[in-house]
């Protein structure tokens, strides 16, 4: 059970907390509207997830799965071992990069996924087109995903033939937060 409280103070914010009944503690903030409009919740989930080393040359003919080793940051502690949970039903917006090269222009096609427990979300190449292996290229998705309590994201990137020379470079990047 949680005990719903607002106050205001002389500067015009609206703040809002929380905290629990069956305990004594001191009220939480969970909600400021400042007297400018701007609407803060610091307890909403988000994370910001990069590859602490870059990855190389993954395997071909298989969902690799885009090692993400370092945490810029991670309201709610939500995301774990390369795999964002969600904590509570909702809209969630993702965004990812894949950095990677070189492409092997004799691969039948190469994509970054990200994967839901609802849908895959895809960006694809078909790098036969190019006359020669690029060496740098990015894939960049963004996904508004239903998920539900429980559900996950995480992003793979996919090598169909070719030759085994792709790696994937720290700039690489998967983010998301809750927005409804």
């Not at 629990?20 to 910001?48: C, H, K, N, W």
């Not at 993954?58 to 939500?78: C, Y």
Request: net charge negative; aromatic share 14%; proline share 4%.
């Amino acid at each position: 059970y949680e005990e719903v409280s607002t106050s205001g103070d002389t500067y015009g914010d609206l703040t809002f907390y929380t905290r629990s009944v069956t305990t004594d503690t001191a009220p939480t903030e969970r909600m400021r509207i400042d007297a400018s409009g701007r609407v803060t919740m610091p307890y909403q989930p988000a994370f910001l997830a990069r590859p602490a080393v870059e990855q190389s040359n993954i395997a071909i003919d298989a969902a690799v799965t885009v090692v993400l080793g370092t945490e810029v940051f991670d309201v709610g502690s939500n995301f774990a071992s390369n795999t964002f949970t969600a904590p509570v039903t909702g809209k969630y917006q993702f965004n990812w990069a894949v950095d990677c090269g070189p492409l092997d222009n004799d691969s039948v096609y190469i994509f970054a996924t990200l994967t839901t427990s609802n849908r895959v979300y895809r960006v694809i190449v078909d790098p036969a087109g190019f006359d020669e292996d690029p060496t740098y290229w990015s894939f960049n998705g963004a996904a508004l995903a239903d998920m539900d309590a429980g559900d996950t994201a995480h992003v793979i990137i996919y090598q169909g033939g070719g030759a085994a020379q792709l790696d994937i470079f720290t700039e690489t990047y998967f983010s998301g937060y809750l927005v409804a």
